[in-house]
T-cell receptor, first 117, second 114 residues
Framework: AQKITQTQPGMFVQEKEAVTLDCTYDTSDPSYGLFWYKQPSSGEMIFLIYQGSYDQQNATEGRYSLNFQKARKSANLVISASQLGDSAMYFCAMREGPYFGNEKLTFGTGTRLTIIP | NAGVTQTPKFQVLKTGQSMTLQCAQDMNHEYMSWYRQDPGMGLRLIHYSVGAGITDQGEVPNGYNVSRSTTEDFPLRLLSAAPSQTSVYFC?????????????FGNGTRLTVT
């Protein structure tokens, strides 16, 4: 089974609208962390937001928020008031288990977001 | 503020050739890792290191070697390049903490093996 599933290969959204990018995960470990990264056409990987499995509140970073539904094992990224610069590939990733020394991040296959003027 | 620096940006190899992808970070991060990105597959971990002198295998280690003689540098060696190793390679690092800190990525190396 896929550990990280992103079911939307591509999305088109009108500028200034909010957008939700889906991510579901699979783990039996009670300790895990979820990350979202943005990859523009220039190719670099940019960290957006982090959610820990024990965090009581949904993470927020500026226009980015993470809709964390633990029972459903979903960690959807919400971008409010989308901008043309948000057009990029977005990856969801998970780190499982004991944190110290655990360097394995499992990535989803990504969602390509295109913002339409 | 350089962060994670990868060289070269682009490389073309013939099958059977060897080469080293360079990675250096100036943030005094203990953890460093190499990922490869292939179309439709996200990023997959090749090797990682939790400190100088310590390395371990990731998900797809075959055909690659690493060593970590200093905190700053973490080179990735392709022993005998194969077309299946055509990919974009990312080096990443992070500081030592409880695991909440994100990976800082380099800008990637696009490798083509013919």
């Amino acid at each position: 089974a896929q550990k990280i599933t992103q079911t939307q290969p591509g999305m088109f959204v009108q500028e200034k609208e909010a957008v939700t990018l889906d991510c579901t995960y699979d783990t039996s470990d009670p300790s895990y962390g979820l990350f979202w990264y943005k990859q523009p056409s220039s190719g670099e990987m940019i960290f957006l937001i982090y959610q820990g499995s024990y965090d009581q509140q949904n993470a927020t970073e500026g226009r980015y928020s993470l809709n964390f539904q633990k029972a459903r094992k979903s960690a959807n990224l919400v971008i409010s008031a989308s901008q043309l610069g948000d057009s990029a590939m977005y990856f969801c990733a998970m780190r499982e288990g004991p944190y110290f020394g655990n360097e394995k991040l499992t990535f989803g296959t990504g969602t390509r977001l295109t913002i339409i003027p | 503020n350089a962060g994670v620096t990868q060289t070269p940006k682009f490389q073309v190899l013939k099958t059977g050739q060897s080469m080293t992808l360079q990675c250096a970070q100036d943030m005094n991060h203990e953890y460093m890792s190499w990922y490869r990105q292939d179309p439709g597959m996200g990023l997959r971990l090749i090797h990682y290191s939790v400190g100088a002198g310590i390395t371990d295998q990731g998900e797809v280690p075959n055909g690659y070697n690493v060593s970590r003689s200093t905190t700053e540098d973490f080179p990735l060696r392709l022993l005998s390049a194969a077309p299946s190793q055509t990919s974009v390679y990312f080096c990443a690092s992070r500081g030592r903490d409880r695991g909440t800190s994100p990976l800082h990525f380099g800008n990637g190396t696009r490798l083509t093996v013919t």
